[in-house]
């Protein structure tokens, strides 16, 4: 398992009973989680002295209810300065296990000896855009989503990234890639963060099962002559890493060779000593 153990601004600190109880910053949130299956005392006093608590609803959904909690404050990472502020659907606009990505393809981007264009498919709020164009990259960053493009580029601006040779894109990822390769544009690197089911500004209907396998096959007509790396995301349930190793291995290795490797990606939990799992991330690296 790749486990995100940098932070000092954020935390897990106990999870029990369907819920975590983090530490973003100064503030404590209580959020609901799939994984956390098991039913252990909830001994930290952080479970009554929350900011923030998220409530699942039995039809589907929730909503916060706070205590005490500004509507947007910010954490650090590494030099990278992040705004947070809770939204639909349990978010904060942050998933800090992706830091094991971020500390990962940074090493490699700074130590590649030569200019690294990477494109950030799904970009969301700007995570690993931000820890690339800090690594010395040049990105293109696309999300379907004009809100989520506007929060990277304020976080851009907030970790003093406002002048990086960064590309912002609101656009449907797939038909983006599709115009890229028509141009004849190519990038050492691809970074993508697919949703299980979403749909595009147009309506655009994207389910994983479907529609990876493809995007996968278009992206790797993207990569340059010596490309850097490959990372693909997921929070799909039932989707083990095994078959992100396969799509890339499938698609990328027959032309570039190179090694792939996929995982669980975690965050330690401060109160058990373990590590909460949450997701997979699947590596290409030449």
Same mark, same amino acid.
């Given at each position: 398992?790749?486990?995100?153990?940098?932070?000092?601004?954020?935390?897990?600190?106990?999870?029990?009973k369907?819920?975590?109880?983090?530490?973003?910053?100064?503030?404590?949130?209580?959020?609901?989680?799939?994984?956390?299956?098991?039913?252990?005392?909830?001994?930290?006093?952080?479970?009554?002295?929350?900011?923030?608590?998220?409530?699942?609803s039995?039809?589907?959904?929730?909503?916060?209810?706070?205590?005490?909690?500004?509507e947007?404050?910010?954490?650090?990472?590494h030099?990278?300065?992040?705004?947070?502020?809770?939204? !639909?659907?349990?978010?904060? /606009?942050?998933?800090? =296990?992706? &830091?094991?990505?971020?500390?990962?393809f @940074?090493?490699? +981007? %700074?130590?590649?000896?030569?200019?690294?264009?990477?494109?950030?498919?799904?970009?969301?709020?700007?995570?690993?855009?931000?820890?690339?164009?800090?690594?010395?990259?040049?990105?293109?960053h696309v999300?379907? !989503?004009?809100?989520?493009? /506007?929060?990277?580029? =304020?976080? &851009?601006r907030?970790s003093?990234?406002? @002048?990086?040779? +960064? %590309?912002?894109?609101?656009?449907?990822?797939?038909?983006?890639?599709?115009?890229?390769?028509?141009?004849?544009?190519?990038?050492?690197?691809?970074?993508?963060?697919?949703?299980?089911y979403?749909?595009?500004?147009?309506?655009?209907?994207?389910?994983?099962?479907?529609?990876?396998?493809?995007?996968?096959?278009?992206?790797?007509?993207?990569?340059?002559?010596?490309?850097?790396?490959?990372?693909?995301?997921?929070?799909?349930?039932?989707?083990?890493?095994?078959?992100?190793?396969?799509?890339?291995?499938?698609?990328?290795?027959?032309?570039?060779?190179?090694?792939?490797?996929?995982?669980?990606?975690?965050?330690?939990?401060?109160?058990?000593?373990?590590?909460?799992?949450?997701?997979?991330?699947?590596?290409?690296?030449?």
């Open positions: 398992m790749w486990i995100a153990d940098g932070w000092k601004d954020y935390e897990v600190i106990d999870c029990s369907g819920e975590k109880l983090e530490r973003w910053g100064s503030y404590l949130l209580v959020r609901p989680d799939p994984q956390v299956i098991w039913d252990t005392p909830k001994k930290h006093r952080g479970w009554k002295r929350m900011n923030g608590h998220y409530h699942r039995a039809k589907g959904g929730g909503e916060w209810e706070f205590f005490d909690l500004p947007q404050w910010t954490i650090g990472y030099g990278l300065t992040f705004n947070l502020k809770p939204f !639909s659907f349990k978010h904060t /606009g942050l998933f800090p =296990e992706q &830091a094991a990505n971020w500390d990962w @940074g090493e490699k +981007i %700074r130590t590649a000896g030569r200019p690294v264009k990477v494109l950030n498919l799904f970009a969301y709020t700007g995570g690993a855009t931000l820890a690339a164009a800090q690594a010395g990259a040049a990105v293109t999300d379907a !989503s004009k809100g989520m493009v /506007g929060w990277a580029k =304020e976080n &851009a907030s003093g990234l406002d @002048g990086a040779p +960064i %590309r912002w894109i609101v656009d449907d990822c797939v038909k983006f890639v599709e115009r890229e390769i028509r141009r004849g544009n190519h990038y050492d690197a691809i970074i993508m963060d697919p949703p299980s979403g749909r595009g500004p147009k309506g655009e209907i994207w389910k994983i099962e479907d529609a990876i396998h493809p995007l996968v096959r278009l992206c790797a007509g993207l990569l340059s002559d010596q490309p850097l790396f490959f990372l693909i995301n997921s929070y799909t349930t039932g989707l083990a890493p095994a078959v992100l190793s396969y799509l890339i291995g499938t698609e990328i290795c027959p032309a570039y060779g190179g090694t792939v490797r996929s995982e669980e990606i975690g965050l330690p939990v401060t109160e058990s000593g373990l590590v909460l799992p949450c997701g997979a991330s699947g590596r290409w690296e030449a």
